[in-house]
């Protein structure tokens, strides 16, 4: 072979070298960033239905401590809702938090007021949601 070839066959092949690791480095830095934007993304989801039960959990938990009975059943619907939501997205051992919660507060609506009057410093030194609340800080963690 002619060295004037040789020359311009290495110039066209590095030219192509660079042309392709300039694509292949835009197209992973690119695919990273869509990656860590729907990590993101469900993040965000999870933390909301998160937050959607504990308001639900607390205001139910709120709502048995002080009725002597649960009158009205649909006052669960928006935790049985709340929990189905997180079936969808949460890992198993949240799921099995939020649903000890909605045990409890279950508990809550039957025992009777006397009973409750005698238990009242275990309720105020017990966190029903302590142990959901950690399952979601670790889910979340591992999440991002």
Same mark, same amino acid.
């Given at each position: 072979?002619?060295?004037? /070839? ?5 110039? %066209? ?15 992973? /830095? ?45 006052? %669960? ?30 508990? /809550? ?19 029903? %949601? ?15």
């Amino acid at each position: 072979m002619d060295p004037a /070839t040789i020359t311009a066959v290495s110039a %066209l092949a590095g030219s192509a070298i660079g042309a392709l690791s300039s694509v292949a480095t835009s197209w992973l /830095t690119q695919h990273r960033q869509n990656r860590m934007q729907r990590l993101e993304q469900e993040a965000s989801r999870r933390e909301r239905l998160f937050g959607e039960f504990i308001d639900q959990a607390s205001r139910a938990y709120a709502d048995g401590v002080v009725q002597e009975r649960l009158d009205d059943p649909s006052k %669960l619907v928006p935790m049985y809702t709340a929990i189905s939501k997180l079936r969808l997205f949460a890992m198993p051992g949240t799921i099995g938090a939020a649903e000890a919660v909605l045990e409890h507060v279950v508990t /809550t609506y039957e025992t009777t007021s006397s009973a409750l009057a005698a238990r009242n410093s275990r309720v105020a030194a017990h966190d029903i %949601l302590r142990v959901f609340a950690e399952a979601c800080r670790a889910e979340l963690t591992s999440v991002r």
